[in-house]
């Protein structure tokens, strides 16, 4: 099982909760997995070239455009962080 | 009467907050030739940022009226910019420096503000902007008696700061040409204290917010008001229209001021541009011309990220 950290500004579409269980092997398969709990949360995160270039997923402590990207695989217990920009001030 | 404004000679460093060149954008917006675009540069305050100005007189207010002394310290939740510009004024003017901001902050403004002696309290970087607002709200709960806390979001001084400097330099710097003020939104100081003042001005200019198209964005130091805390100093009935622009575009717009005006700035700025030539196209079309001013916020350099084999450096 993954879970993955939802940030404020996403949170309309979890129904408020600050994290959600998904299963998947790669980066991919589990914001799929996310997309059929949260429909829409998908096209906020990705594009047609992948992660959207301002959007920070994070496994554990590490950018995954420093591991593998959307291929990076994961282990069962990791955790995905979807990190926002910093707002106003 | 100064006739050399840059260069002189001042009493000291909170006298160099303020009066910043005004200067001409060329070629960025094809589509509007009759229009002229200025750009503010807020980065040449000493901090660094626009937020020198509403930082400044957050605090001279409160010395004044007795509200900040050198007993306590200064707390405020902050992006990086307000808090680079407390660090120094504490630094220059002899009071404590506390800042709360989330633990993503960039690199450059943690080691910024640490550098004038500030302690830093990191908030969840899930929580983004409003998770610093409500620690540093449990903090000062905590220990009132302790702390100067300016929250800045909600301090009239903030605005005040934009009324009397941002929007005084406009109008001095161009009189009755502006027709446009487009910026985009924070704590929306520099919008609702430029907006008041130009609002005042004959003829009246209008005033454009640039807001985040998305809740999730990428634009750093602007909010998206639909789902965030919403600053009390906001009150969108002052402007006069609200304008949203997506990340992408803020993005590749600073891209373009890089490579075509050599204007390194953030992605705030790159949005407030971005703005900026929509206005001014539609300015194009519905009266031939005009002249739209908006701000460059900070540089680009303090966006810059340590790349993974510098992440262990230390100098």
Redesign the interface.
Known sequence: MITV??????R?LTGGN?QVDVEGATVREAIEALERKAPGIRD??LDDKGV?????LYVGDEDVR?LDGLDTKLASGTEI????????? | MTRYARSRRLASILDAVGNTPLIRLHGIAPNAPGVEIYLKLEFANPGGSVKDRPALRMVQDAMKDGRLTSDKILIDSTSGNTGVAYSLMGAAMGFRVHLVMPKNVTKARKDITQAFGTELVFSDPMEGSDGAIRLVKKIVAENPDKYFYPDQYSNPSNPLAHYYGTAGEIIDALGDRITHFVTGLGTSGTMMGTTRRLHEHTPRVTCVAVEPAEALHGLEGLKHMGSSIVPPIWDPSTVDEILPVTTEEGWDMSDLLAATQGLHVGHSTGANVAGAVKIAERAQKERGGGCVVTIACDRGDRYFAPLKWERKYVW
């Open positions: 950290r939802i940030p404020t500004p996403l309309t600050d906020r995160l959207r270039r301002f959007v920070n420093f962080s979807i990190v926002p920009a910093i707002a106003g001030g």
